[in-house]
């Protein structure tokens, strides 16, 4: 089986799934550690980005600076909707060369990449917004503002609902291993 996890940003859905994977010994493909791998200088991806967003994005050891590229993304229609044609071009690729059976794949773009054509089972991981700010926060060190830009540009709960096979709600931390429990018994009936 091939299942796909996708939410928004601070929904808790790569924790969720990295306990997926482990208590049902699936590989576990994060779309987000393919994206920073692709982002390393000489990589195609890494290319793309520069001649599309400018040397603006780079530190000075000529590395993506992340940061000032969702800036950029996060605040511009335009600018993401490039950003997401790179991304759907090199990382789904990937994505598709390392998918096997018994996969999961956690992808915050699932839906809008089409990645989810290629599972048998899909779960979104959602939470209340003020969690999310929070946990984003406090994951990527910025503030509150940021991170309500971050969510505004992001696909909003009700999309998530309408796409997928199961929704998991996933607002405290300590009962993640629960959530799990049940969608492996759903996902087994």
Known sequence: ??????????????????ILAQKLNYK????????????????DYYKEIVKTFGVKILND???????KLAEIVFNNEM?????????????????KKQVENNSIIDAPLL??????????????????????????VKRD??????????LNAQAKDEFYKENVDFIV?????????????DIILKIGE
Do not use: H, P, W
């Not at 050891?61 to 940061?67: A, D, F, L, V």
């Not at 599972?119 to 700010?133: H, L, Q, S, Y």
């Open 1 to 18: 089986m091939i299942i796909g996890i996708t939410g928004s940003s601070g929904s808790g859905k790569t924790t969720f799934s990295s």
């Open 28 to 43: 576990l493909i994060n779309a987000d550690e393919i994206v920073k791998k692709l982002y390393n200088k000489g990589e």
């Open 61 to 67: 050891n000529q590395e993506i600076n992340r940061k």
């Open 79 to 95: 600018e993401r909707l490039k950003i997401n044609a790179l991304t759907f071009k090199y990382v789904v690729q990937e994505i």
């Open 111 to 136: 839906i809008e990449s089409q990645l989810n054509t290629i599972c048998d089972v899909t779960i979104a991981v959602i939470a209340d917004e003020k969690v999310k700010i929070e946990r984003i």
């Open 141 to 150: 060190n910025i503030e509150e503002n940021k991170a309500q830009e971050r």
């Open 169 to 181: 709600y996933n607002n405290k931390d300590s009962n993640i291993e629960e959530k799990v429990q």
